[in-house]
């Protein structure tokens, strides 16, 4: 069963444009985190957030957390080819150790 | 900075062979866990430790095998070796705080023929 649901599953875009990648789910999660992977290499943690409603700025990313705790949205803003890579959410329910991931958006951003 | 490393980095295995993916962490982190990684499948996880002598299933733990006997070292051991069980596989760990960053290693890419 796969408890979060990413959209969209691939994304090209040109430079400068704007975007947004959506995580979804019917479970409500204690925190939810983004990665971002590079081809070759494992995920690297981008944000963490714990409460509903909370959005955390990253430069030109912007991370929102539903105020129900079952979903969070990624948006970019003026996109550049330094953003390709595949995102992923990660999910946390209650007092679980596990973390449970998206099956990710594979952005490429061309110049 | 060590971090998280896996060995090795490539294999290439016969169906029914066994083998062992080995995984080791530096920042004296509780937590360890494995993923695999398939194409459109995102990243699954496999087992789980929360601490040396403790291990835990995870989505898909069928015809892995794993232990725990120091902080530092968690294996991932396939005893008999099937052709779904090519993936790349990426060990994790983090400390104790469990919002905190799971940090990863590079990924073992694992071929079964």
């Known amino acids: 069963t796969q408890l979060l649901e990413q959209s969209p599953q691939f994304l090209s875009i040109q430079e400068g444009e704007n975007l947004t990648v959506y995580c979804n789910s019917s479970?409500?999660?204690?925190?939810l985190q983004w990665y971002r992977q590079e081809p070759g290499e494992g995920p690297v943690l981008l944000v963490t957030?714990?409460?509903?409603?909370e959005v955390k700025k990253l430069k030109r990313l912007t991370f929102q957390f539903g105020d129900a705790r079952k979903d969070s949205s990624l948006h970019i803003t003026a996109a550049q080819p330094g953003d390709t890579g595949l995102y992923l959410c990660?999910?946390?329910?209650?007092?679980?150790?596990?973390?449970?991931f998206g099956k990710g958006t594979k952005l490429t951003v061309n110049p | 900075n060590a971090g998280v490393t896996q060995t090795p980095k490539f294999q290439v295995l016969k169906t029914g062979q066994s083998m062992t993916l080995q995984c080791a962490q530096d920042?004296?982190?509780?937590?360890m866990s494995w993923y695999r990684q398939d194409p459109g499948m995102g990243l699954r996880l496999i087992h789980y430790s929360v601490g040396a002598g403790i291990t835990d299933q995870g989505e898909v733990p069928n015809g892995y095998n794993v232990s725990r006997s120091t902080t530092e070292d968690f294996p991932l051991r396939l005893l008999s070796a099937a052709p779904s069980q090519t993936s790349v596989y990426f060990c994790?760990?983090?400390?104790?705080?469990?919002?905190?960053?799971?940090?990863f290693g590079e990924g073992s890419r694992l071929t079964v023929l």
């Open positions: 479970s409500v999660f204690s925190s």
């Open positions: 957030v714990v409460t509903g409603g």
């Open positions: 920042m004296n982190h509780e937590y």
């Open positions: 994790a760990s983090r400390g104790l705080v469990y919002t905190g960053e799971l940090f």
């Open positions: 990660a999910g946390r329910e209650g007092g679980s150790e596990k973390l449970v």
